[in-house]
């Protein structure tokens, strides 16, 4: 096996987890990293738009993909401690209204051109497709230096590979990447769990979202299947 597409996907990871690290380094103005996110994200998808393809565009596949990352967010119960609360309405400063651009679209749209673009389109190229899917989505959960989750990154790496596989779209894993960030950053599993808590103790609220997540992905998948 010519292993060159592995190492080239590894470096690209490497390169991307770089940049977070200047860009931090550089200023912690959430403006100024959106207009630097901005502009890399116009090279990275000048750069690489042999990879970059847009098939099978349909408003149910759509539906479905915004749903499927609902369910993918919802996994994230197994990590994050029970809340209390989910917070009160208020306003937002310029500040964290830019935090949210970067962290809810930004991020995500550079994420999915640079892992399930460049990456997985180059080895699922070269490579037999489940050693892609598997390949690809350890160099994603590598790429998140986050112990913690790292089988819920794994996780999503494998689900959005194998949807932009199945559609030839990378908008799809885009909703989906976009879905998870907003769900979770606005407080929607809490939300969840809260709800199942009023009447049930915290394990069985956790096990019910668990369950949830399960029963959406599993569905969401299907379909997309069956669309695609």
């Known amino acids: 096996m010519n292993e060159k597409y592995l190492i080239k996907g590894v470096c690209v990871s490497v390169a991307y987890i770089i940049y977070l690290s200047l860009c931090a380094l550089v200023t912690t103005d959430e403006r100024l990293l959106a207009l630097i996110h901005i502009l890399t994200l ?50 937002y400063s ?85 879905s998870i960030n907003s769900f979770n950053l606005l407080g929607g599993t809490n939300s969840i769990l809260l709800y199942f808590a009023r009447v049930m103790s915290e394990p069985i609220s956790i096990f019910l979202t668990i369950v949830l997540s399960v029963g959406i992905i599993a569905i969401s998948i299907a379909l997309i299947r069956k669309l695609s």
């Open 94 to 178: 310029m500040r964290e209204i830019f935090y949210y651009v970067n962290s809810i679209f930004l991020l995500p749209i550079m994420e999915e051109f640079i892992f399930r673009g460049i990456i997985f389109k180059e080895l699922v190229s070269n490579y037999p497709l489940k050693f892609a899917i598997v390949s690809s989505s350890l160099i994603w959960m590598l790429a998140h230096l986050n112990p913690l989750n790292a089988g819920v990154y794994f996780l999503h790496g494998v689900l959005m590979a194998y949807t932009v596989y199945l559609t030839s779209n990378i908008l799809y894993p885009i909703l989906m990447h976009v």
């Open 42 to 91: 116009v090279l990275i998808f000048v750069a690489s738009k042999r990879y970059i393809t847009f098939e099978k565009t349909g408003i149910k596949l759509i539906a479905m993909s915004i749903v499927l990352g609902i369910g993918m967010a919802l996994s994230f119960t197994v990590i994050v401690p029970f809340a209390n609360d989910v917070g009160e309405a208020q306003s």
